[in-house]
Structure formats: structure tokens, C-alpha cells
């Protein structure tokens, strides 16, 4: 994916329309491409503490910070969650505070920064939300060795 359909949308329609009562467009274009989700998490079994690394999914490209396969992503990643209203609540745990779901699906405002409200996917990197350039390909990175890459969230 080279970037977010975000065209031809209701004017703030995330502001009346609850996230269950979306349109497919609307929802992907909800997406503010900050690519944090794509990100490899390690989990303590014990405390449920979620830790962020910079070890990024093969498949995200690391300067537009979008899945580089996004239509046909489960033929390389079957494990890619698909994100929908009925599983936000069971996801909250990992995902990034700064998530246009989790914030909407919290009653929170997005960010100005959001594309949808700046008018340009440049506005996330700007707020320096994003990961762009700053991930490693998990290919690169053995699973044990990803201890040594967590990193806090930019927010
Ligand atoms: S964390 Fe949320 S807003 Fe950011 S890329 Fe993932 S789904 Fe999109
Ligand atoms: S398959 Fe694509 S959307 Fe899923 S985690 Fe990887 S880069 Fe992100």
C-alpha cells in the first residue's frame, strides 16, 4: 500500500458516527499510518506487561510506514490481526496509545496531527508519532534477541 484512501469522505464523520456503524472506507481511513502496530511486542507471562520493540513486521516498509502487501497480507503474516469494532476491547492491551481506535473507541479526540484532520499523511512523522526510519526488519533480529530492542512509544 503507497498510502491511505482518505478521499471523499463526510466531513469529521468519526465525530457522530460510532466506530460499529462505519463504512469500510471510513474505517481504514481511520488509520493515522503512525505503523506502531506492526511492531513486535514481547509479552511478560507473568505480569501481562506488554513491551515495544523496534522489530518490525516483514512486511511494513519502514518510510511510508505502511504494510507494503496490505490487501493480500495474510498470505505472508496469517497471524496479522484484522481490526474490527468487535475485537477493539480484547486489543486495547497492546495497542499503541496513540491509535485512532483506541482513542475513538475511548470517547478521546484524535490528534491534530491525524491525516484526516491535517489534510497529509506528512503531519504524523512531523508530530514525530511515527516509526519512520526508525525500525529494524525482523528478519534482521533473531526472537531472542528482541529484548534488546524495546523502545518506548513515540508519542
Ligand atoms: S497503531 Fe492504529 S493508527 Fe497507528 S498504524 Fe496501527 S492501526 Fe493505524
Ligand atoms: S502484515 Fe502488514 S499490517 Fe500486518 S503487522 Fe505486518 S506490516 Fe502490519
Redesign the pocket.
Known sequence: MSEIDRKGLSPRFWEHKPLKSMTQPEWEAL???????CLNKLEDEETGEVALTRVACRLLDDATCLCAQYPIRHQFVPECIV?KPSNIESNLYW??ET???KLLWNGEPLFDWHPLISGTPESVHAAGVSMRGLTIPEFEVGEDDWEEHIIAEPT
Open positions: 488509520c493515522d499510518g503512525c505503523g506502531k502496530c481490526l495497542m499503541p491509535c485512532a481506535y
